[in-house]
């Protein structure tokens, strides 16, 4: 019976932490069709809500905004709307802040949170997962010698708190694991290890 129920648990388990992080999802975006007008409200049109209709409008919301800012027309609105944000002291320094973190982790081109690392952490000997962010920049770079790159070292089984490094590039090896496959292994405190894909980790060779 104890092996029943403890199967019983795994199955159910995962679905039902899914189930309610989607409802949490699916329920917090529903609060954007409150931004509508009454009379386009669903529950005066038909009556009733229709559960999802936020999640739809705010997926549109977010495309529209895309295309019309993917103009020249829509560029210059952008820029009036930073120049306007820039004259307020507060709003200033949070919104830049979080636009650069934002720009650089969804950039085609950036590096950060492309590659799954090994490092050692928070002692030589001890090896935990990173996930590469770029190269140190700044004053910071001036008083580094050699090469080094910048990590995020995450907590289990919380990834979205952790640790900012800056280690030399000969310290760390990049491994043949996606970021996915990483967060997992996170994740589940080491019990959900990715496949194996080759024989041993590659050395460190990180692009610039």
Partial sequence: MKKYFITGLLIWIPLSITFMVLAWIVGTLDQIIEWLPDGLQPRNAIGFNIPGAGLVVGLLIVLATGLVAANVIGQ???????????????????????????????????????KALL???????????????????????????GDHV?????????????????????????????????????ISMGVVAPAVRSARPRPALLSE
């Fill in 150 to 186: 910048s990590v995020y070292v995450p907590t289990t089984p919380n990834p979205t708190s952790g640790f900012f490094l800056m280690m030399p590039k000969e310290d760390v090896i990049e491994l043949d694991m996606s970021v996915d496959e990483a967060l997992k292994y996170i």
């Fill in 76 to 114: 210059k609105l952008v820029r009036y709307w930073e120049a306007l944000l820039a004259r307020i002291p507060v709003v200033k320094s949070l919104y830049y802040g979080v636009k650069q973190v934002s720009d650089t982790l969804f950039s085609s081109t950036g590096q950060a949170f492309r």
């Fill in 119 to 145: 490092v050692q952490y928070p002692r030589h000997g001890s090896w935990t997962i990173a996930f590469l962010t770029g190269a140190p920049g700044g004053d910071a770079a001036n008083h580094l010698k």
